[in-house]
């Protein structure tokens, strides 16, 4: 048996017991992240003997990108890599160094690794990341797989120079803009997409490119420690990206392939990988499918991270453009704060509920208000208990909701 098969068997044998314990894990969220961490170091260690094997020059390295970049690897996704190459390297016109990359990437395939790479420079990375934001995204999270520290090293230090915080914000929540607009600017989609469409796993990964490119933190707990998020809405996100992550990683394993759609086909086997049943416990029917009581699920999370996405989008958009005019006072409960409606205090609404619906009733009647700050935002997600069927019935809030309407 050659080192290349045996690389081969280990990493289906290691990849098969992973996928075995994601489906016997039920509907608990709590290990998902640490299994999918696992397959990324089970991955990871397979390249690194694939880059032994390879025999490349000392001076070249291997760099995990994109998600992979993340450490968490799910498992029908891309394996995407940089073969990252000194500045003085032509492929083209080195043959031998030529015959390593293929006869590499070809391993990588017969290996049963769903590879996505690149073979550049530190120079043609820092020229791509300039030209592409997509590009400069992808490297954001590199780390080092294999190979010399020092060219990496390199690489980091350039591509942060490049960086521009305010011009990346920009790029990226424009482009999340777009990609909404492409799955109907909606989180119900009744197919939706649990990666790319509004509320999904690439709303949450916006806010920590952005957060990092300025410097706000690179994981949620930073973002807390840094004041731009609560400890409420970080558990809040935790909870439900274990949830989104384990709803996509169940697709991928049910499916046999790279599958982000929450397809009718597919729903219900999903479902049934979570325990949901169209029966009770005691064997009567219930009024819903187990398909039902999935999507029931998914819409909440998917709502909640639509609303804590747009909460720390507009935090870090102060934090980066910080307003130099001084707030206008509407009344003695809210103020004009450069085009943005603003609450006076943290708690106005727990203290006064009538003035949830008042915040809409001004939004619309006030010319000078053009949006909702991140600090309504805020008070309105914590403020979501006060909304109950008392709420609702209440003579003060009907007239309030009645001239909205109006």
């Known amino acids: 048996m050659t080192d290349l098969a045996k690389v081969r068997e280990d990493y289906r044998a290691g990849k098969t017991a992973l996928f075995e314990s994601l489906a016997a894990s039920g509907s608990s969220t709590r290990g998902i992240h640490g299994l999918l961490q696992k397959l990324a170091k089970h991955t990871d260690a397979t390249l690194q ?3 032994q094997i390879a025999d490349f020059p000392p001076s070249a390295c291997l760099v995990a990108a994109g998600g992979f970049g993340r450490g968490e690897l799910f498992p029908h996704s891309d394996v995407d890599v940089l073969l990252l190459l000194p500045d003085d390297a032509r492929v083209e016109q080195d043959p031998a160094l030529k015959a390593k990359i293929e006869s590499f990437i070809s391993s990588c395939w017969d ?8 073979v550049r ?48 914000f920009v790029a990226k929540t424009l482009e999340m803009r777009q990609r909404h607009n492409k799955f109907e600017n909606t989180p119900y989609s009744l197919e939706p997409n649990c990666k790319e469409s509004p509320g999904g796993l690439r709303d949450l990964q916006v806010v920590l490119w952005v957060a990092r490119a300025a ?38 394993v049910i499916s046999g392939r790279r599958e982000d759609r929450l397809v009718f086909d597919l729903q219900t086997a999903v479902a ?19 398909s039902e009581a999935l999507m029931k699920r998914y819409y909440w999370a998917a709502k909640a991270v639509t609303q804590l996405n747009q909460i720390l989008l507009l935090n870090i958009e102060e934090r980066l453009n910080p307003s130099n ?30 003035a949830i619906l008042e915040t809409f009733l001004l939004f619309e009647t006030d010319v000078g208000i053009k949006g909702l700050s991140a600090r309504t935002l805020r008070a309105l997600y914590n403020a979501r208990g006060v909304m109950t069927a008392k709420f609702r019935n209440d003579p003060v809030n009907r007239n309030t909701f009645r001239q909205i309407l109006q």
């Open 215 to 252: 410097g706000l933190g690179k994981s949620w707990d930073e973002l807390a420690r840094s004041g731009l998020a609560t400890a409420f809405e970080v558990r809040q996100i935790k909870t439900n990206e274990a949830l989104l992550s384990l709803i996509r990683a169940r697709l991928h």
């Open 49 to 51: 003997l694939l880059w």
């Open 111 to 118: 290996s049963g690794l769903e590879i996505g790479s690149s």
């Open 325 to 354: 005019y001084p707030p206008r006072v509407i009344n003695e409960r809210f103020l004009d704060k450069a085009g943005m409606l603003e609450v006076a205090n943290d708690d106005l609404y727990v203290r006064e509920p009538h």
């Open 272 to 290: 049934e990988s979570f325990g949901y049943s169209a029966e009770a416990d005691d064997g009567s029917k219930v009024p819903r499918r187990a």
């Open 121 to 168: 420079t530190v120079a043609d990375c820092a020229e791509e990341a300039a030209k592409d934001v997509t590009v400069q995204t992808s490297l954001l999270e590199a780390r080092l797989i294999a190979g010399q520290k020092k060219n990496f090293t390199r690489l980091c230090k350039k591509l942060d120079a490049l960086l521009d915080p305010k011009a990346f």
